[in-house]
């Protein structure tokens, strides 16, 4: 279901009566319950929807009234699904010296073990 579809079945369980040109919807606004059946303009444009109140409101304002938020203006994607999505972990090292330098760097106490290493070569004079 496109966004604009979306939007348009959300504004007929409010009870709107919504027409609907294909690229276009008019319907009344929900949010300011404004009489005039185009008050409330919904475009369809690739892959979003864009919503127009032409009488006050901003277009959260009736995303709020739909009980939709403004992840719901862009296809392929419902407010139940989660918008920032886990970053994908980096695919484990490979070659052996990537492997030692990453548990290298595992280590806890690597500073400490860091300064013991210079001090045992006696510092950085030589
Ligand atoms: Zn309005």
Redesign the pocket.
């Known amino acids: 279901m496109t966004t604009y579809d979306r939007l348009i079945k959300a504004l007929g369980a409010q009870g709107k009566i919504v027409r609907d040109s294909g690229t276009e919807a008019r319907t009344s606004?929900p949010?300011?319950d404004?009489r005039n059946p185009t008050?409330?303009a919904i475009y369809r444009k690739n892959g979003k929807a864009k919503i127009v109140?032409y009488?006050?409101?901003e277009d959260t304002?009736?995303l709020d009234v739909l009980d939709l938020d403004w992840r719901d203006l862009y296809d392929e994607r419902s407010a139940s699904e989660p918008l920032d999505r886990p970053v994908k972990k980096h695919s484990p090292p490979k070659s052996p010296v990537e492997r030692a330098l990453a548990r290298l760097l595992a280590m806890p106490d690597l500073g400490e073990r860091l300064c013991r290493c210079i001090a045992a070569r006696g510092g950085d004079h030589d």
């Open positions: 606004c949010s300011c404004s008050s409330l109140c009488v006050s409101c304002d009736v």
